[in-house]
């Protein structure tokens, strides 16, 4: 089992940036693939990005693609999104995740466990 505790989120202007953090505990953080996923208000769950359990790899959606960078610490067993030029579609939930292997998970059903997820709110 692995608990994911998110940070970070909060209210900021278009072109802004924010750093959000995902603090797990539980079972080894070591051997799981992390990734982020976002839910605006009416919208699906969808992906972000993605980190290798070794945090070799990465994988990002190309909405984020050289604006967010997605990092881990496996130390202090801590994930982050740097997220910057933040957009007011940008606007949503952020949720982080970890599923069982060892390279990169893109889709939301490959991921066992999940946050309570931070709110991420841009201002125009």
């Known amino acids: 089992q692995v608990q994911l505790v998110e940070s970070g989120g909060g209210l900021v202007q278009t072109g802004g940036s924010l750093r959000l953090s995902c603090a797990a505990s539980g079972r080894t953080f070591r051997s799981y693939a992390m990734g982020w996923f976002r839910q605006a208000p009416g919208k699906a769950r969808e992906f972000v990005a993605a980190i290798s359990w070794s945090g070799d790899s990465t994988y990002y959606s190309d909405y984020v693609k050289g604006r967010f960078t997605i990092s881990r610490d496996r130390a202090t067993n801590t994930m982050y999104l740097r997220m910057n030029s933040l957009e007011p579609e940008d606007t949503a939930v952020y949720y982080c995740?970890?599923?069982?292997?060892?390279?990169?998970?893109?889709?939301?059903?490959?991921?066992?466990?999940w946050g309570q997820g931070t709110q991420v709110t841009v201002s125009s």
């Open positions: 995740a970890a599923g069982e292997f060892q390279g990169v998970l893109t889709e939301a059903k490959q991921y066992l466990y």
